[in-house]
Structures are given as C-alpha cells and as structure tokens.
C-alpha cells in the first residue's frame, strides 16, 4: 500500500532563509510524487509534481523538489523565503490508480519578518 | 475562467440530520472527486465520478453517504443521519480526465461541516 509521512508538522524560518519541508513515501510500484500548497480560505493549489522524468522538479513561485528513491523521499525546497509562502504544504503520492491521490498529514510553514 | 466552486461555505447541523453539499466544477471537466479533510489531517479520498457515473466510491465510509453526478457536472454529496464524527471540511476537485495517466486535479475551497 502507499503512504506519506511528512517529518514536521510546522517549520519556522526567517525572511530570506532556505526552506526545506520533508517528505518520505512508501510504495510498492513507482509512485507519482506531488506536492500541494493551502493558503487559508483558499482551495489546494498543486505546486509541483514528479512523474517518472527527471528526479528534480521545478515548480511555481521557485520551490523545487527531488525524488530520491534511495531514500525514498520527496522534499521540497525553496532558496529563500518570502512571506507570501506562509502555507500549508502537502506531500501527495498517487494510488494505484493514477486519479487516487494519498496525502500526508501537512506541514505548516511560518515565516518569521 | 473560474474555478471549482463549492456551497454552502459552512454548514452546521444537528446530529441525525441531513445535509446536501454542492460542487460546480470547472467548466469541460469530465473528472470529479469528493475529499474528507479532518482537522490536522491531510485530505481523504472519497469518491470519483467520471462523466455522470461513480468510477470508484471506495472512498465512501459507509452507506450514509452518497454522491450524484446527474448530468456530468455538478455534483452534490449527501450525508444521511449526520453524526458528530462527520464533522470536517468536504473538498471537490475536478480535472479533464481521470485514470489512465494523471490529470491535475483542481479543488474548491471546501465546505466546512460541523454536526451538533
């Protein structure tokens, strides 16, 4: 079966500091890796998503992450932080069928001034 | 264009009663889902539609609830003899297609639903 654990329930940095939020999946096949962004009062918005091509994805407003299927982890990171990026963030992968998403459990990101 | 809309955006109810929640997807979607997000929980799957029938509704935790999709668009969620476990906020997502390859599933803003 699938399943998402993502490290931190809330991660703290500064204005300008890198932003690292941790995924880890299990799977029994090769997965497709997403993750999702939820501002409040405001509907899931994919940020990016890996499907089998290059290990490491670029996504929108400059977060990036890498499949390490060694580790079996999915983290996603961003160079510097901006306080627009104060969210919650969710590691996805997909069912065996591809339309059925299994979410991690969220991470709430803070950004302090 | 506009996005997938959901309404009510808060409903309250009493234990025991019923209640309707409405998703308008995304105009040409042929794909529809219903996700469960409890409070400090990521979302769970509920149910797919495809087109106006119920591809997959594994999701479903028991037989109080039910979803229609009458002609392929909207789609409403029924919950019958609400309890205060049901309490959660209901997501809709849409997307052009659905199995066979992935489709970017757009969500709604849920409907929040709290049970007395």
């Known amino acids: 079966a699938q399943s998402v654990t993502q490290l931190d329930s809330h991660v703290s940095v500064s204005e300008g500091t890198p932003v690292l939020l941790r995924c880890n999946y299990s799977?029994?096949?090769?997965?497709?890796l997403f993750w999702y962004v939820q501002h409040p009062n405001k509907g899931l918005q994919l940020l990016l998503k890996?499907?089998?091509?290059a290990t490491l994805v670029k996504g929108i407003n400059g977060f990036e992450a890498e499949f390490k299927k060694s580790e079996t982890s999915f983290h996603l990171t961003k160079p510097s932080a901006h306080m627009s990026d104060a969210a919650e963030y969710f590691c996805v992968v997909s069912g065996r069928s591809n339309y059925q998403l299994i979410w991690g459990a969220g991470t709430k990101l803070i950004i302090k001034p | 264009g506009a996005g997938v809309s959901q309404t009510p955006s808060n409903k309250v109810t009493e234990k025991g009663k019923y209640v309707e929640l409405r998703c308008d997807p995304i105009?040409?979607?042929?794909?529809l889902y219903w996700y469960r997000q409890s409070l400090g929980q990521g979302p769970e799957f509920l149910i797919y539609?495809?087109?106006?029938?119920?591809?997959?509704d594994s999701g479903l935790p028991n037989d109080r609830f039910f979803a229609v999709r009458p002609e392929g668009s909207v789609s409403t969620l029924k919950i019958q003899r609400t309890e205060r476990g049901d309490s959660a906020v209901y997501l809709c997502?849409?997307?052009?297609?659905?199995?066979?390859?992935?489709?970017?599933?757009?969500f709604g803003p849920g409907t929040r639903l709290t049970v007395l």
């Open positions: 539609f495809q087109g106006t029938g119920a591809a997959d």
């Open positions: 105009s040409g979607h042929t794909a």
């Open positions: 890996y499907t089998s091509a």
């Open positions: 799977s029994s096949y090769s997965p497709s």
């Open positions: 997502a849409s997307s052009l297609g659905g199995a066979g390859g992935y489709n970017e599933q757009f």
